[in-house]
């Protein structure tokens, strides 16, 4: 039978890379904070759209966007009560016999506070890049609904002056006609 070696005393306080986050605001790299965005189509016609990378839903533009930086910092960590998952050794900071508890990883816990600055350092890093994915992908599909209204509005502004005209060709027509009639 395998033993799973464990790592910490129950009581011991170690080193535990703390939850922490914070929202940093930044100029909008779809408008650069003009709020407008200029759409060129095809056919060389300008088209200026309110930026939807930088509204909230139906609210208008702010010129400005929110980034989440993850801030994950070394705490103090008692362990107080351990638990197997797996092959994995977990640790609590509630007592033994506590019934509700959360538990992290021993692989998250260090005896030694520049390893553990060093995990924070690596979580905040690997936030920020799935950060970094998620601001881009906000990015397209808003560049792709801007694109889908100004080809859709448009189209509608093109059927609705061929109806004019031929809605005015028609009246024309049935004006003659009334000439005629008199
Ligand atoms: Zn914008």
């Known amino acids: 039978m395998n033993s799973i070696p464990i790592p910490f005393a129950i009581g011991e306080t170690v080193w535990f890379p703390g939850y922490g986050s914070r929202e940093e605001w930044e100029t909008c790299p779809d408008c650069a904070g003009s709020k407008v965005v ?12 309110a930026c939807a990378s930088c509204a ?3 609210e208008p533009p702010r010129g400005v966007i929110a980034r989440r930086v993850s ?12 638990s197997l998952d797996g092959a994995k050794v977990r640790y609590s900071e509630s007592p033994p016999d506590a019934t509700a508890y959360a538990s992290v990883d021993a692989e ?13 350092a690596e979580l905040n890093e690997q936030y920020a890049a799935e950060e970094e994915r998620r601001l881009l992908a906000n ?5 792709r609904d801007m694109a889908w209204s100004a080809r859709y509005w448009g189209r509608k502004v093109r059927e609705l002056e061929r109806d004019l005209a031929l809605a005015k060709a028609r009246l024309a027509t049935s004006k003659d006609h009334e000439a005629v009639a008199r």
């Open 38 to 49: 200029t759409l060129i189509q095809g056919n060389g016609s300008r088209v200026d759209l």
């Open 56 to 58: 909230l839903g139906y």
């Open 108 to 120: 998250d816990l260090f005896r030694d506070h520049t390893a553990c600055l060093a995990r924070c």
């Open 139 to 143: 990015l397209q599909h808003n560049r």
């Open 71 to 82: 801030d994950r910092r070394p705490v103090p960590f008692t362990c107080g009560r351990v």
